[in-house]
């Protein structure tokens, strides 16, 4: 009896692996992008991305459709940013052109998260200095909020300098999002990724689109 117990529960824990792969690892079979992605969303991809209209550097309000009508990637910061947002955006940039010396288009889109400062000539000059097909996108702040929870990002403004009310930092996340026309949020890259890298997995997600 004690020999059929054993061997019940050593089924039972093997079956239980079989369905925890299933799970976390063979339900990619029914992914088209399985072999595309170095990362894992909680809850799977559909929860980050969605709606937004926002106002586009040339002072068009723009939806969320109408920026992503090309594979796009779409990086959250603020031009007053001192270093961060300039390196990611260049790295971006420098990926961009990666890929279309390999003959794929793909959008780059620097969301502004400091609407309060960043108009559109001012997101205008930032995007125009680091790539001629950046796209800059600011807003209200309801609208720059809306666009932020949609891909689940963070920020936060520390208050401003005495004296001085337009000088202040603000604290944010740095991920950058890969977004494609037909199936939306794809993909997200830390900053530690290369441009090279960057391109290798977009040619990837555009490959398997």
Not at 50 to 69: H, M, N, P, R, Y
């Amino acid at each position: 009896m004690t020999r059929l117990m054993a061997i019940v529960a050593a089924v039972v824990v093997l079956v239980g692996l079989g369905i925890t792969y299933y799970v976390t690892m063979g339900r990619g079979s029914d992914d088209q992008f399985a072999q595309c992605r170095a990362s894992n969303v909680a809850g799977g991809a559909s929860q980050i991305g969605g709606d937004f209209t926002l106002v586009s550097e040339t002072g068009e309000t723009v939806t969320d459709k109408q920026v992503i009508d090309q594979p796009s990637l779409i990086y959250f910061g603020y031009t007053f940013c001192p270093d961060v947002c300039p390196l990611d955006n260049a790295r971006n940039a420098e990926a961009v052109d990666l890929l279309e010396s390999r003959g794929n288009m793909v959008k780059p889109v620097f969301i502004s998260i400091d609407p309060k400062r960043d108009t559109p000539e001012v997101m205008a000059e930032f995007t125009d200095y680091l790539h001629p097909r950046m796209l800059g996108l600011t807003g209200s702040e309801d609208q720059v909020r809306a666009a932020s929870k949609a891909y689940r990002t963070f920020y936060q403004a520390h208050k401003p300098v005495e004296g001085e009310e337009d000088l202040y930092l603000v604290d944010h996340s740095t991920m950058t999002y890969l977004s494609l026309p037909e199936h939306g949020f794809v993909e997200f890259f830390r900053r530690d990724v290369t441009p090279e890298q960057m391109a290798d997995r977009v040619q990837c997600f555009i490959d398997a689109s």
